[in-house]
Protein backbone atom coordinates (compact mmCIF):
# COMPACT_ATOMS: atom_id res chain seq x y z
CA UNK A 1 0.00 0.00 0.00
CA UNK A 2 1.27 2.89 -1.07
CA UNK A 3 0.46 6.42 0.77
CA UNK A 4 1.75 10.08 0.25
CA UNK A 5 1.49 12.79 2.36
CA UNK A 6 1.77 16.57 1.30
CA UNK A 7 3.10 19.68 2.80
CA UNK A 8 4.28 23.10 1.60
CA UNK A 9 0.88 24.93 0.95
CA UNK A 10 -0.02 28.06 2.54
CA UNK A 11 -0.72 31.54 1.67
CA UNK A 12 1.71 33.95 -0.39
CA UNK A 13 1.56 37.10 -1.98
CA UNK A 14 2.10 37.30 -5.97
CA UNK A 15 5.13 36.90 -7.09
CA UNK A 16 6.48 34.94 -4.03
CA UNK A 17 7.75 31.21 -4.34
CA UNK A 18 6.26 27.88 -2.34
CA UNK A 19 7.97 24.51 -2.14
CA UNK A 20 5.78 21.72 -2.03
CA UNK A 21 7.00 18.31 -0.51
CA UNK A 22 5.15 15.01 -1.04
CA UNK A 23 6.30 11.96 1.03
CA UNK A 24 5.57 8.57 0.12
CA UNK A 25 5.77 5.00 1.88
CA UNK A 26 6.42 1.71 -0.01
CA UNK A 27 9.13 0.66 -2.23
CA UNK A 28 7.58 1.69 -5.15
CA UNK A 29 9.17 5.09 -5.78
CA UNK A 30 11.96 4.81 -7.15
CA UNK A 31 10.24 2.86 -10.03
CA UNK A 32 6.78 4.88 -10.28
CA UNK A 33 6.25 8.58 -12.14
CA UNK A 34 5.41 11.36 -10.31
CA UNK A 35 3.39 14.06 -10.20
CA UNK A 36 1.74 17.32 -9.30
CA UNK A 37 -1.80 18.15 -10.19
CA UNK A 38 -4.08 20.96 -9.26
CA UNK A 39 -7.53 21.48 -9.13
CA UNK A 40 -10.11 24.62 -8.23
CA UNK A 41 -13.41 24.46 -7.54
CA UNK A 42 -16.41 23.64 -10.13
CA UNK A 43 -12.94 22.79 -12.21
CA UNK A 44 -11.24 19.30 -13.17
CA UNK A 45 -8.09 18.49 -11.97
CA UNK A 46 -5.08 19.38 -14.22
CA UNK A 47 -1.83 18.23 -14.61
CA UNK A 48 0.88 20.70 -13.60
CA UNK A 49 4.10 18.54 -14.05
CA UNK A 50 5.15 15.28 -13.95
CA UNK A 51 8.61 13.66 -14.05
CA UNK A 52 9.28 10.17 -15.29
CA UNK A 53 11.23 6.83 -13.49
CA UNK A 54 14.69 7.95 -14.89
CA UNK A 55 13.94 12.25 -14.65
CA UNK A 56 12.01 13.42 -17.48
CA UNK A 57 10.31 16.37 -16.71
CA UNK A 58 7.27 18.08 -18.69
CA UNK A 59 5.20 21.14 -17.52
CA UNK A 60 1.60 22.28 -18.48
CA UNK A 61 2.36 25.73 -20.71
CA UNK A 62 0.96 28.33 -17.57
CA UNK A 63 3.83 26.84 -15.03
CA UNK A 64 6.97 26.79 -17.74
CA UNK A 65 9.95 28.42 -16.38
CA UNK A 66 8.18 28.78 -13.20
CA UNK A 67 7.74 25.13 -11.35
CA UNK A 68 10.08 22.76 -11.26
CA UNK A 69 9.43 19.13 -9.92
CA UNK A 70 11.95 17.04 -8.31
CA UNK A 71 12.49 13.81 -7.19
CA UNK A 72 14.91 12.23 -4.50
CA UNK A 73 14.70 8.89 -4.37
CA UNK A 74 16.50 8.17 -1.51
CA UNK A 75 14.06 9.99 0.42
CA UNK A 76 11.09 9.15 -1.31
CA UNK A 77 10.12 12.07 -1.59
CA UNK A 78 8.80 14.53 -4.82
CA UNK A 79 9.13 18.16 -4.86
CA UNK A 80 7.11 20.84 -6.92
CA UNK A 81 9.46 24.44 -6.32
CA UNK A 82 6.74 27.23 -7.51
CA UNK A 83 8.23 30.82 -8.18
CA UNK A 84 6.79 33.96 -9.66
CA UNK A 85 3.43 33.07 -8.21
CA UNK A 86 0.06 34.23 -9.74
CA UNK A 87 -3.42 34.29 -8.45
CA UNK A 88 -4.11 32.20 -10.90
CA UNK A 89 -1.91 29.57 -9.58
CA UNK A 90 -4.25 29.20 -6.63
CA UNK A 91 -5.70 25.85 -6.12
CA UNK A 92 -5.27 22.82 -4.11
CA UNK A 93 -2.07 20.93 -5.62
CA UNK A 94 -2.44 17.31 -5.40
CA UNK A 95 0.34 14.59 -5.40
CA UNK A 96 0.31 11.51 -8.04
CA UNK A 97 2.04 8.26 -7.88
CA UNK A 98 1.77 5.66 -10.94
CA UNK A 99 3.10 2.62 -9.92
CA UNK A 100 4.88 0.51 -12.25
CA UNK A 101 1.25 -1.66 -12.61
CA UNK A 102 -0.65 1.44 -13.47
CA UNK A 103 -2.24 1.75 -10.38
CA UNK A 104 -2.53 5.93 -9.34
CA UNK A 105 -2.02 7.28 -5.91
CA UNK A 106 -3.10 10.13 -4.58
CA UNK A 107 -1.98 12.00 -1.62
CA UNK A 108 -4.97 14.60 0.35
CA UNK A 109 -4.05 17.93 -1.16
CA UNK A 110 -2.17 20.89 0.44
CA UNK A 111 -3.77 24.61 -0.28
CA UNK A 112 -2.06 26.90 -2.11
CA UNK A 113 -3.51 30.39 -1.90
CA UNK A 114 -1.65 33.42 -4.17
CA UNK A 115 -2.87 36.96 -2.82
CA UNK A 116 -3.03 39.85 -5.63
Known amino acids: QVQLVESGGGLVQAGGSLRLSCAAS????????LAWYRQTPGKQRELVAQTTRIGTTTYTDSVKGRFTISRDNAKNTVYLQMSSLKPEDTAVYYCNLRASWGVDYWGQGTQVTVSS
Open 26 to 33: GSTFSSSA
